[in-house]
């Protein structure tokens, strides 16, 4: 059974900075494509950032560009979020995502989500 587990989430003031990682486990589970998604309160989830198996394929929303960098470290099926000059408004839940086919496909329905963690960010 493939499991998402979302680490790294909490508070901080605007302008600093947190680290979110996502490890996938399950038997031989090798995702082509693993990325990050948010929702914040009364919101619809929103696509973040992806990124594939080979080095350097790497997508953002236009939101957060410039800010947010993703990474992944394939020997341990783990992506990473390094999110820098947060603004109160990427207050949200993230959720990691995981998906066997693309990074299109993942942006548009994922096959695999974690719990999500909490990101609040304070003005």
């Known amino acids: 059974q493939v499991q998402l587990v979302e680490s790294g989430g909490g508070l901080v003031q605007a302008g600093g900075s947190l680290r979110l990682s996502c490890a996938a486990s399950?038997?031989?589970?090798?995702?082509?494509?693993m990325g990050w998604f948010r929702q914040a309160p009364g919101k619809e989830r929103e696509f973040v950032a992806a990124?594939?198996?080979?080095?350097?394929?790497?997508y953002y929303a236009d939101s957060v560009k410039g800010r947010f960098t993703i990474s992944r470290d394939n020997a341990k099926n783990t992506v990473y979020l390094q999110m820098s000059s947060l603004k109160p408004e990427d207050t949200a839940v993230y959720y990691c995502?995981?998906?066997?086919?693309?990074?299109?496909?993942?942006?548009?329905?994922?096959?695999?989500w974690g719990q999500g963690t909490q990101v609040t960010v304070s003005s």
């Open positions: 995502a995981a998906d066997l086919t693309s990074i299109t496909k993942l942006a548009n329905g994922p096959d695999y």
């Open positions: 399950g038997r031989t589970f090798s995702p082509y494509a």
């Open positions: 990124i594939g198996r080979r080095a350097g394929a790497a």
